[in-house]
């Protein structure tokens, strides 16, 4: 079993036990025991845990502050909770992500896929395979390509916006690798390709524009997470 489906069913897990608690709690009194503040307790664990597991330092910083911030009292800290605990854990996670980087995800598509090819960045673009990115800018970018294989994308304080219109996959199918942080990420696919998302997210937002009809019979993997940012989707 996959560490992607391993998180998918910790956090079932969880929501189901939401689920019973709400029902059994119209029943059962529970003296003495904040079972809300429990259940909370368990989801920023369970965060941190997914954190750890993913090297991701805004998941880990933001799960102990916020476990903090419930505990206050206990721990003696009322002084620095809530708003200074989470600022300095926004501008920690900020600064260790940018000295350590941010671990990679593997997505097992297709083995066919080499995602260590790389080309040139560049306003219009005829490779098969792309990289770009972008840091605290704004950039647009045209992929031209009539054999495009795949395109790693990384944005951070910044916008990016990516046009695939008017590429061709000659393969059976395509990916494109996409990070983005505190910024937006903008890709526009043709709508007539079939499309497959891996698409995480960490304070982040998923937003699809269009449907896909996918009347070709070729694939697009679409991989990648977003944290505190968008990634938007259009389809054309």
Known sequence: MDKNKNGKIIWGLFFVIVAIYVIISRYICFPHINIFKLL???FFVLMLLEGLRHVDFFEILFSIACICILYSRHLGITAITPFPILIAALFGSIGLTMIFGKKKRSYMWNDSINTNSTGTASEQCNDEHIFYKNSFGSVIRYV???NFRGAELSNSF??????FDNAVIQETSAYINTENSFGETQLYIPKEWKIQKNLQRTF?????????SGTDNVTLYINGETTFGE????YI
Do not use: L
Not at 231 to 234: A, G, L, T, Y
């Open 40 to 42: 909370i307790t368990v």
């Open 144 to 146: 031209n390509s009539g």
């Open 158 to 163: 910044g916008s990016m916006v990516i046009h």
């Open 204 to 212: 982040g937002s998923v937003n699809e524009n269009g449907m896909a």
């Open 231 to 234: 990634i938007r989707i259009f």
